[in-house]
């Protein structure tokens, strides 16, 4: 399978544990973004390497929240103290290093914080 | 804030009629247009895209709208069938940006 890769596909956790997604992008893409999905809502960005360099945070990052790409190829983000509101639908997606490119997603890993 | 308004918030047509659903935006830096297609436990998939220096784009079955002026694109799915069934997302962003802004989506229903 050739596509980007996420897991896991469901995490439980209760409020105050800390989580951590893995995701496997395309081989060859260097972009590598993480989106958050909750229900009824459009993705939402978080934040954005090129290749192992976190070039972009958004303000929906919160400082339990961190993201690293260590070797430029897969990237793990953990949410430390999970609280409820974290419960959502956390996408990962890559792309070439060409302008308005396709981005392609992978399934997602979705959170569940009770 | 929503940088892209999508409406409606959900479609339901019978097969062959063709669905409509129609993105605003006002930030006029915004210079490319996808559309993004997504399956109940899926990530989503990009269907079309767009940029503003032509007012319609067809691929398929499925054609982009743009009107620059209005600030608006819309996407018009010819003989839908059952299998369009999903929920489909516009998005913006602009030259040099590296995220997506999306719309709230379409859940759309293709009744057989």
């Known amino acids: 399978d050739t596509g980007v890769s996420q897991n896991p596909r469901h995490k439980i956790t209760k409020r105050g544990q800390n989580v951590t997604f893995r995701c496997d992008p395309i081989?060859?893409?260097?972009?590598l973004y993480w989106y958050r999905q909750t229900l009824g809502q459009g993705p939402e960005f978080l934040t954005y390497?090129?290749?192992?360099?976190?070039?972009?945070k958004s303000r929906l990052l919160s400082d339990r929240f961190s993201a690293e790409r260590p070797k430029g190829s897969f990237s793990t983000l953990e949410i430390q103290r999970t609280e409820q509101g974290d419960s959502a639908m956390y996408l990962c997606?890559?792309?070439?290093?060409?302008?308005?490119?396709?981005?392609?997603f992978g399934q997602g890993t979705r959170l569940t914080v009770v | 804030q929503q940088q892209v308004k999508q409406s409606p918030q959900s479609l339901i047509v019978q097969k062959g009629g063709i669905p409509i659903i129609n993105c605003a935006y006002e930030?006029?830096?915004?210079?490319?247009f996808p559309w993004y297609q997504q399956f109940p436990g899926k990530g989503p998939a990009l269907l079309i895209a767009?940029?503003?220096?032509?007012s319609e784009k067809k691929e398929g079955r499925f054609t982009i709208s743009f009107n620059k002026s209005a600030k608006q694109f819309s996407l018009h799915i010819m003989d839908s069938q059952p299998g369009d069934s999903a929920t489909y997302f516009c998005?913006?962003?602009?030259?040099?940006?590296?995220?997506?802004?999306f719309g709230t989506g379409t859940r759309l229903t293709v009744i057989p």
């Open positions: 930030n006029t830096a915004f210079d490319y």
């Open positions: 390497f090129q290749n192992e360099a976190q070039l972009e």
């Open positions: 998005a913006a962003n602009r030259a040099g940006a590296n995220n997506l802004f």
């Open positions: 767009i940029r503003p220096d032509v």
């Open positions: 997606a890559s792309s070439l290093s060409v302008a308005n490119t396709e981005a392609f």
């Open positions: 081989s060859e893409h260097n972009r």
